[in-house]
């Protein structure tokens, strides 16, 4: 069991119901302004880079993954109740049951099982694996009950990893483990930083939407 992981569990499980409710109340208008707020936050935490390294090349890459969280946010605002729970379950599907099963199988399948550690030293090709098939699995059996045809969906798992193995190689490139940590530091913040699991070991509101605002633009590009 990881360091934080009862923390990071409870916020997730909180961060969900919450979520549910306002999804599937007053036309999902709640949610959208939900993400927003989260998408705003992760911002904020992004600039907080700058703190420690202002540098053009490195300016660049922040304004990519700001402009990522503007994009999502738009996407977000654009679609249903439906599309949401799509987006949700492709891309938290892949996340969830990618920690589940690379903390349970990590290593047993495969011996050199960390194909993204120059990135991400803790994801296992166990992990990755299961995570996708749970992603594919959750969007098509919610397609198949709905009879919807967001086919589409189908890729937010894969794209979820993209944008996951992004934010990582950014903390990573700037030497610092969470985004949580620049910004809990500051006392407006500190507060709410809880509500996310950062200061039990999470990465911060950065680190539990970089996913889904990575694969929201792409899918806004396509749809």
Request: glycine content about 10%; overall charge positive.
């Amino acid at each position: 069991m990881t360091k934080g992981f009862k923390t990071r569990l409870f916020a997730s499980l909180a961060l969900l119901a919450i979520a549910s409710v306002f999804i599937f109340t007053l036309d999902s208008i709640p949610f959208k302004i939900f993400y927003g707020t989260f998408a705003v936050i992760a911002g904020i935490e992004l600039l907080s880079f700058l703190t420690q390294r202002a540098k053009i090349w490195w300016l660049s890459l922040i304004l990519i993954e700001i402009a990522l969280l503007v994009f999502s946010s738009i996407f977000v605002a654009k679609i249903n109740a439906l599309q949401i729970v799509l987006l949700i379950f492709g891309v938290c599907g892949y996340d969830v049951f990618a920690y589940i099963f690379g903390g349970l199988l990590g290593g047993a399948i495969f011996k050199k099982s960390r194909p993204f550690r120059f990135v991400s030293k803790n994801k296992t090709w166990e992990g990755t694996f299961m995570g996708l098939v749970c992603s594919f699995l959750l969007v098509g059996i919610t397609l198949l009950a709905t009879g919807a045809t967001e086919y589409i969906f189908l890729i937010a798992g894969p794209l979820a990893v993209v944008g996951d193995l992004f934010e990582s190689f950014l903390k990573r490139r700037y030497k610092v483990k969470d985004s949580s940590e620049i910004v809990v530091k500051n006392k407006i913040f500190d507060k709410f930083e809880i509500l996310v699991g950062g200061r039990g070991g999470h990465g911060g509101y950065l680190d539990r939407i970089d996913s889904i605002a990575f694969t929201a633009t792409i899918l806004l590009l396509l749809i």
